[in-house]
């Protein structure tokens, strides 16, 4: 299995002044997305890499973390950094600090969190309920941003009674945003059951003038085609499908340029991944080597690899022994001495290594602050209690 370069095509998305090679965006996830894994899937294919979410409020409090998370490497580029918040003002500072300071090409704003801790504050899919807040936040980072190319990622809404997506998307396409993505899921349905694509199509039909991207269950790249041919969807967003897999951007990249004719179908099959278990092996540890470079520390580097052992080696014959071990592993010197007693040489076992990964969770009822669905509009309380959301937790 080897890395795909990025070529050299005519562009298949332009979100603002950016031009995508293919039309694949991977998604924000909270502990995942860091520059290590971000590289990694760019050194198999192409498109648009955004950072794990970064709360408005840490960022213009300049903590130290935030600080670190929204630094790129140099082989970065476009730098795409993904924002939460719910108070506009700490938003269009968050965003007018990321652009006075050069430190992105591109700005994502969350309103898809479905954790109770952030929807019962108000924030998250929870936040375009209330449609004069959600019209705030984003005309003042769309205005702050200027030439930034300021986009939103959202989910359906709160549950099947209370949709948002079809208003907020007439709202941030007024506002002028560069592109919208749709995780096509209420935040009462979290990960679980199926994404609703027809939902996709139809802010598709409603939003004629701003890119729109369809996010839900794609596991491979054939799911990917499947979704734009299905809902006129101008490109994806891809999270939990490509967890242990960063070569899914190889397989997306062959994909999407063959359906643009750029390639032949022949050519874009031969060009999936299957990787041999040596290959996955190879894989793994120069993900936990840009980990250990990322956090310049090799025990917090191979800490942070051993939640990912399930992922990567999803379906292969690897003992319960070994992947225990693995997931203890504090050095890459004995990091390397586990994977030198795989089979190198154990070809892919297909199905068995793909379909639905990370955790998709049950149907729950989400928290929400009191008489939050009485109106669309905030009260006094309201906006008091949307203040404290503004949490590190996983984007939607």
């Known amino acids: 299995m080897s890395t795909t370069a990025t070529l050299s095509h005519a562009p298949q998305l332009t979100i603002g002044p950016l031009a995508l090679d293919v039309p694949v965006v991977l998604a924000p996830m909270a502990g995942i997305t860091n520059t290590a894994f971000r590289r990694l899937c760019r050194e198999f294919g192409a498109g648009l890499y955004v950072s794990e979410m970064i709360t408005s409020r840490a960022l213009v409090e300049r903590t130290p973390e935030s600080l670190r998370l929204i630094t790129h490497h140099e082989s970065e580029t476009p730098r795409s950094i993904q924002?939460?918040?719910?108070d506009?003002?700490?938003?269009?500072?968050?965003?007018?600090?990321?652009?006075a300071e050069d430190r992105a090409d591109h700005i994502d704003l969350n309103f898809g969190c479905p954790v109770p801790k952030v929807t019962r504050k108000g924030g998250g899919a929870a936040l375009p309920w209330k449609l004069g807040l959600f019209r705030e936040i984003v005309e003042g980072a769309v205005k702050a941003a200027g030439d930034i190319p300021l986009t939103i990622k959202m989910r359906k809404g709160i549950d099947g009674d209370h949709l948002t997506y079809l208003e907020a998307g007439r709202i941030a396409e007024g506002a002028g945003v560069a592109s919208m993505a749709l995780h096509a899921r209420t935040a009462?349905?979290?990960?679980?059951?199926?994404?609703?694509?027809?939902?996709?199509?139809?802010?598709?039909?409603?939003?004629?003038?701003?890119?729109?991207?369809?996010?839900?269950?794609?596991?491979?790249?054939?799911?990917?085609?499947?979704?734009?041919?299905?809902?006129?969807?101008?490109?994806?967003?891809?999270?939990?499908?490509?967890?242990?897999?960063?070569?899914?951007?190889?397989?997306?990249?062959?994909a999407f340029r063959a359906r643009a004719g750029e390639i032949s179908a022949a050519e874009a099959a031969a060009a999936q991944a299957h990787p041999t278990l040596g290959q996955v092996a190879q894989t793994f540890r120069r993900h936990a080597e840009l980990l250990v470079e990322f956090f310049d520390s090799e025990e917090r580097g191979?800490?942070?690899?051993?939640?990912?052992?399930?992922?990567?080696?999803?379906?292969?014959?690897?003992?319960?022994?070994?992947?225990?071990?693995?997931?203890?592993v504090d050095t890459l010197e004995h990091l390397d001495e586990l994977l030198a007693t795989l089979d190198w040489d154990q070809e892919y076992p297909g199905e068995a290594a793909e379909g639905?990964?990370?955790?998709?969770?049950?149907?729950?009822?989400?928290?929400?602050?009191?008489?939050?669905?009485?109106?669309?509009?905030?009260?006094?309380?309201?906006?008091?209690?949307?203040?404290?959301?503004?949490v590190h937790n996983s984007g939607g």
């Open 88 to 99: 506009p003002v700490t938003v269009r500072e968050a965003v007018t600090m990321l652009v």
């Open 83 to 86: 924002l939460y918040g719910v």
């Open 302 to 328: 191979c800490r942070d690899i051993r939640k990912h052992v399930a992922w990567y080696f999803k379906g292969y014959p690897v003992g319960g022994d070994l992947r225990a071990n693995l997931a203890t």
């Open 356 to 390: 639905q990964r990370g955790r998709a969770g049950s149907p729950k009822r989400p928290a929400l602050p009191d008489g939050w669905l009485e109106s669309r509009d905030l009260d006094g309380a309201q906006r008091a209690e949307v203040a404290d959301a503004e």
């Open 188 to 254: 009462a349905e979290f990960y679980s059951g199926h994404a609703d694509w027809s939902a996709i199509a139809k802010l598709k039909e409603t939003v004629t003038s701003t890119p729109v991207l369809g996010n839900g269950d794609i596991w491979s790249a054939a799911d990917a085609i499947r979704m734009v041919e299905e809902t006129g969807c101008d490109g994806v967003v891809v999270g939990r499908g490509c967890l242990g897999r960063p070569w899914l951007f190889g397989d997306l990249a062959a």
